[in-house]
Nanobody
Framework: VQLQASGGGLVQAGESLRLSCKVTGSNFKIFDMGWYRQAPGKQRELVATIASTGTTDSVDSVKGRFTISRDNTRRFLYLQMDSLKPEDTARYYC????????WGQGTLVTVSS
């Protein structure tokens, strides 16, 4: 399985970004998926999940600002990030909810104040 995340960049606080993750080599639609992030000097954390059924969840720190979605036909996972804050600065990764697959390179999000 290959995971290719994209869409990161440098933005100012309050702005938005949309991350995409292309998943190849798997029966994507049957897996519960998630977006993770790792800030410098910190452990990787799971920030948002979407089940195969479409049910979503997220951690309190991003709730109401980040929206996870998926396109099973195209095998893409998305993360719409609004009202970004400097503390959202991190490298973002996609994977299954249980991190079953090898990590891709992720995409870097930098939010300036």
């Amino acid at each position: 399985v290959q995971l290719q995340a994209s869409g990161g960049g440098l933005v100012q606080a309050g702005e938005s970004l949309r991350l995409s993750c292309k998943v190849t080599g798997s029966n994507f639609k049957i897996f519960d998926m998630g977006w993770y992030r790792q800030a410098p000097g910190k452990q990787r954390e799971l920030v948002a999940t979407i089940a195969s059924t479409g049910t979503t969840d997220s951690v309190d720190s991003v709730k109401g600002r980040f929206t996870i979605s998926r396109d099973n036909t195209r095998r893409f996972l998305y993360l719409q990030m609004d009202s970004l804050k400097p503390e959202d600065t991190a490298r973002y990764y996609c994977n299954t909810r249980g991190a079953s697959w090898s990590w891709g390179q992720g995409t870097l999000v930098t939010v300036s104040s």
